[in-house]
């Protein structure tokens, strides 16, 4: 025998009607099902009030959540939930110390150096994936995406303010230096950014160089100004002497899904 649960009565057309004005829309949503709850269960009126206004809170905390994920560029999937830690070069304290945050409060930059594949982008992702989920403003970019920021508002004159914005957020990432060639307008992106963020905003960023070798990559001049702004409070990891995961996972035939 199937037990129904009746549906609960809509809102009556003044509330529903008060909760449009006044920008209610999960007190809206939860109110037919807490109202007949609470009346079946004889709650107080405070309870009632308290249980919606969570509701509310709740529903605009992820609906907030969401729009900073989608706005601040990060791929998707790369999170701590797919992240072996075991498997990784780094140091299970210091993947704990920086999976705390603590260090964006202070403003504090984290850079990861390493061979290809050795999971430089995917802890960084998932630092910036977690950072919005404890209530903080993240971008991702590399440094061809950032020389297209700088290439776009060079036009109107508006370089300034487009960095003004970009470190309003509290952590910036910056994934795949050195991977490709950087061009000039890439290196003077990189450079804007990281003298701009320097101790206001946190930045990470993944290289498959050590900073120290940024001038085989952009101008001296540069790359020295850009890397003593960047290290100066800085957390650097090493991966070196990691095997790449994803050859270790081809090899092991694990990258793809059988052939039936």
Known sequence: MTITTPTPPPLSDELERLCRRLRLPYVRKHAPDVLATATSQRWDPAEVLRVLLAEEATGRDRATISIR????????????????SQASAIPPPTQHALRSLEWIGRAETLVICGPSGTGKSHF????GHLAIDKGKTVAWHTPETLAGLIHRHRADDSVNKAISKLIRCDLILIDDVGLLPISAEAAEAM???????????SVALSSNIHPSGFDELMPKTIATATVERLLHHAHVVITDGQDSYRLAQATAGKGVMPLT
């Open 124 to 127: 960084i992702e998932a630092l």
């Open 69 to 84: 994920r989608r706005s601040s560029g990060l791929p998707a999937g790369k999170t701590f939930d797919a992240w072996d």
């Open 191 to 201: 450079f804007r950014v990281i003298d701009a963020a320097y101790e206001r905003r």
